[in-house]
């Protein structure tokens, strides 16, 4: 299969996977590969013999400290400082911000009749959101969502350039401390002398780049459910209640992040083959969201399931940190859709083109008529 038809639509190879090679060494990327729902779960539960720790290749230090790339007792005391400071109710007070914020992009384009989803909508929103939590000048915001689109497709330049910026910034916050995520953060390390300089560094990469490529990709990919399957947003339109259901399902049918990598600390088995300690493993969470042996009618987009316990973000002690806020800001952002664009459709006929990654799923582009 050509890779632009992998980004595009992954899941015919995913069931063909699933079927015939659940598990199977991949030399190429030299990984193992793991496509059922049932051994993706497996493998995110046991962190003890699938690690989260990279092996690193010493020339990288950015990102090697962060809470995704860490396993206990370090991802746990990492984990707990940030939950201190990145609280429920902390998300939930962002929510008048929120709808603030999505109301004044739906107004700069209302009168048009027409729009990019993306770009004048799905992508902005999480970018000032994530912003401002962390306290970062507005005037910086578009070499954050350079830097983070380029971090997702391994652009080491913009990892660094990044990386750079946060060390000047927490440089800056600790001479003036402000109301912001960052300023807590150093607040709550120096009291406790838990976290490197490296580990603010990474933690702000980590939040800025989740918080912001995820909840883009969820919903233009709410968008694009709806397209697929026009009968789920008229049932929408008719009962938003069904709205938080919807967002799960989208979260299960077309996953915003579709693969992550493990690596194992011991010999292990899975589905009959031995898989040596030190490897690579890649979970396809974006394949076992689609297992018939777990979801039935899998590869239906279906409005109401209920429940649906999807693997999007992940599961056990690396489960999404940012999942509350994506689901908030999800929650706000098609409601105000429903409400005030209750016509929106994907412009008829025209070519998406998505982004070329296989771990990350969603469109560039998204031009839509209301």
Partial sequence: MQNSELFRNPFAWYAEMRRDRPVFYDPAHQSWMVFRYADVKQVFSDWKTFSSKIPQPPEQTDLTESLNFTDPPKHRALRSLVAQVFTARRVESLAPRIKQITHELLDGVQHQGEM?????????????????????????????????????????????????????????????????????????????????????????????????????????????????????????????????????????????????????????QLQGQTIPAGEMVTVWMGAANRDEARFEHADAFVVDRDPNPHLAFGNGIHFCLGAPLARLEAKIVLSAVLERLPNLRIVPNRELEFIPSVEVHGVKSLPVLF
Avoid at 175 to 195: F, M, R, V, W, Y
């Fill in 116 to 268: 990019d989803f993306m770009h004048d909508l799905a992508i902005p929103l999480p970018v000032i959101v994530i912003a401002e939590i962390l306290g970062v000048p507005v005037s910086d915001r578009g070499d954050f969502k350079r830097w983070s689109d380029g971090i997702v497709v391994y652009d080491k330049a913009a990892l660094t350039a990044m990386a750079d910026y946060f060390r000047h910034l927490l440089a800056e916050r600790r001479k003036n401390p402000s109301q912001d995520l960052i300023s807590d953060l150093i607040a709550a390390h120096e009291a406790g002398e838990t976290l490197s300089a490296q580990e603010l560094v990474d933690f702000c990469i980590v939040l800025l780049v989740g918080g912001n490529e995820t909840t883009t990709n969820l919903l233009g990919n709410a968008m694009l459910c709806f397209n697929d399957y026009p009968e789920a947003f008229t049932q929408l339109k008719q009962d938003p209640q069904l709205l938080p259901l919807a967002i799960e399902e989208v979260l299960r049918y077309r996953s915003p992040v579709q693969a992550m990598a493990r690596f194992t600390q011991v010999e292990t």
